[in-house]
C-alpha cells in the first residue's frame, strides 16, 4: 500500500506563486510515474505535470512556462512550483502515481484557490 501525503494548497491572490509537495510512502515504493492532476467544479480531472522515473517530465500545454515540476528522489517527494497564478488555476489539485507494479494511487487532494 501506497500514502501519498500533500501540503501547500490555499488561497493566493492573482499573479501570485504557490508550491505543492507530495510525499509518497509505502513499502518497496517504487514508481514509474509521479506528479499532480486537478480539477475544477464541474470539469473533468486533467493532468497537470507528470515525471517519470527517468526524471522526464510532461506538461498541460496551457500550463508550460508557469508550471515547474520537480522531484527529490530520494524522499519519494515531487513538488510542484506554481507562478503567475490565475483565477482559472483554481481547481482541487491531486498527488498520483503510477508505481512500477502497475498499481495507481491518487492523494486526497489540496484545495488552490486563486482570488482578489
Known amino acids: 500500500q501506497v500514502q501519498l501525503a500533500e501540503s501547500g494548497g490555499g488561497v493566493v491572490q492573482p499573479g501570485g506563486s504557490l508550491t505543492l509537495s507530495c510525499a509518497a510512502s509505502?513499502?518497496?515504493?517504487?514508481?514509474?510515474?509521479m506528479g499532480w492532476y486537478r480539477q475544477a467544479p464541474g470539469q473533468q480531472r486533467e493532468v497537470v505535470a507528470l515525471?517519470?522515473?527517468?526524471?522526464?517530465?510532461i506538461y498541460a500545454d496551457s500550463l508550460k512556462g508557469r508550471f515547474t515540476l520537480s522531484r527529490v528522489r530520494d524522499k519519494n517527494t515531487v513538488y510542484l512550483q506554481m507562478n503567475s497564478l490565475k483565477p482559472e488555476d483554481t481547481a482541487v489539485y491531486y498527488c498520483?502515481?503510477?508505481?512500477?507494479?502497475?498499481?495507481?494511487?491518487w492523494g486526497h487532494g489540496t484545495q488552490v484557490t486563486v482570488s482578489s
Open positions: 498520483y502515481t503510477a508505481t512500477t507494479r502497475n498499481q495507481d494511487y
Open positions: 515525471i517519470n522515473s527517468n526524471g522526464n517530465t
Open positions: 509505502g513499502r518497496s515504493f517504487s514508481f514509474n510515474r
